[in-house]
């Protein structure tokens, strides 16, 4: 018998959903509802590959949620609401508290509350998302799956900052990453297509977009993640900076008396690639820029490439060697370009890079170094969405105790 999953990722005014059929892994649908709150809501549906598109108002989550299902019956993806087994909500950050994805409860909920703070543009909205569903779906099974549990198996030495201790002890101050879920997909993924298990995965993953964060994965386990304490940490991204010294915040508040607020937008919203270039937190316009001989845009690439080209080779040195590296998200799965730069500098810890591979390589799975190459280099689709039904559909097993 299948169990029906949906996979559900909430921000503070829109709803990505995706609905599988377990154990099959089938893709019955997706969509997302974008500008909720505002007059020219966008419900946006994927059915046998035909796009659905609709504009309304839609007043919040709730009245999401109660539209979605509608349409899910409508389309008859299922017969009735309670169909749907399991729901698996994307939380961006689960602090120190999860190192797994969880069946909902009230505790459960007063800790991702609690850890608000951390997370203010994420948390809140991913909450006010899963009540919707819960109100609307009391009797199925809701799972919370966290963007840093992967990383809570890091060694204390990867993730303690050299600050005075107590701030670890009674501010949480710490790495804790992002992009785990993705990263986490990756590692699997590669352990699939290279028919080894997880625990003989010693890899590096990229996983270059608008935000990116590159992970050393030791022993099938997280061992470092480039993001920090907050997804602003680690290499350069589409408008945030990546990692900085730190004295030039405490410069800058001295200099212009920034409020918190203004400084937080120069770092996320300015910086990065369109604070670099002045053209685009595009990498495709900023490509474009550069291949026309924009100085500006050959240096942000300059610039974007060492960074990644730094976290790569130290993560290697780190890990004591890998034996491959994966490439995904927007950037990592497009950008030829990006890839040439970046493997081009890793002679020195084994990569034999194939320009023709590369070339062909665009949106699919697929090695980009040579047959010989010591290290290998391969490009794999992210899939986000499978990983979240994948833990929620263990949970809901689980619950059922079912094999
Ligand atoms: P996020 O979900 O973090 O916004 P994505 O993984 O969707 O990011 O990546 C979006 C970014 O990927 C875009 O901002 C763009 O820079 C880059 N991108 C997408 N397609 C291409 C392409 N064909 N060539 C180069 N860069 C691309």
């Known amino acids: 018998m299948s169990t029906i999953v949906m996979s559900v990722n909430a921000g503070s005014s829109s709803l990505k959903f995706q609905v599988f059929r377990m154990p099959e892994e089938e893709v019955l649908t997706q969509g997302n ?80 509350d609690e850890l608000a703070a951390l997370a203010p543009l994420h948390n809140p909205a991913a909450l006010v998302g ?80 608008g935000g990116a964060s590159i992970a050393a994965v030791k022993n099938g386990r997280a061992f470092k993640i480039s993001m920090g304490f907050t997804p602003l940490g680690g290499i350069m991204m589409g408008t945030r900076c990546g990692d900085i010294d730190p004295a030039i915040i405490v410069y800058l508040f001295r200099k212009y008396h920034y409020t918190p607020d203004e400084l937080d937008d120069v770092l996320n919203k300015k910086s990065g690639v369109l604070g670099i270039s002045g053209i685009s937190s595009d ?33 290697y040195g780190l890990m004591g060697g890998a034996d491959a590296i994966v490439f995904t998200a927007g950037i990592g799965e497009n950008s030829d370009f990006i890839r040439r730069n970046v493997c081009k500098r890793l002679k020195c810890i084994g990569v034999e890079f194939s320009d023709q591979r590369n070339k062909e390589m665009r949106g699919r799975e697929g090695l980009i170094s040579t047959d010989e190459s010591k290290m290998k280099v391969y490009v794999i689709p992210t899939n986000e969405e499978l990983m979240i039904a994948r833990d929620a559909y263990k949970v809901w097993k689980h619950e059922h105790n079912v094999e």
Do not use: W
């Open 33 to 112: 509802i974008e500008r909720i709150g505002l007059e020219d809501s966008i419900f946006g549906i994927t059915v046998n590959g035909k796009k659905l598109k609709e504009t309304q108002h839609i007043a919040n989550h709730g009245e999401a949620v109660k539209i979605l299902m509608d349409k899910l019956m409508e389309l008859k993806i299922v017969n009735d609401l309670n169909d749907i087994d399991a729901i698996g909500h994307r939380i961006v950050q689960g602090g120190s508290y999860f190192d797994h994805s969880v069946k909902v409860d009230e505790d459960v909920v007063s800790k991702v």
């Open 130 to 209: 899963y009540r919707a569903f819960a109100d609307a779906l009391p009797d199925c099974v809701h799972t919370f799956v966290f963007d840093t549990a992967f990383f809570q198996t890091m060694p204390p030495e990867n993730y303690i900052y050299p600050l005075p201790y107590e701030m670890y002890l009674t501010d949480k101050i710490r790495r804790y990453g992002a992009h785990g879920t993705s990263h986490k997909y990756l590692t699997h993924r590669l352990a699939e297509i290279q028919n080894k298990p997880i625990d003989e995965m010693n890899i590096i993953t990229c996983h270059l977009g």
């Open 283 to 315: 990498t495709r316009d900023v490509e474009a820029a550069a291949r026309d001989g924009n100085k500006r845009a050959i240096l942000t690439f300059d610039i974007y490439v060492s960074r990644v080209v730094e976290t790569i080779a130290g993560y």
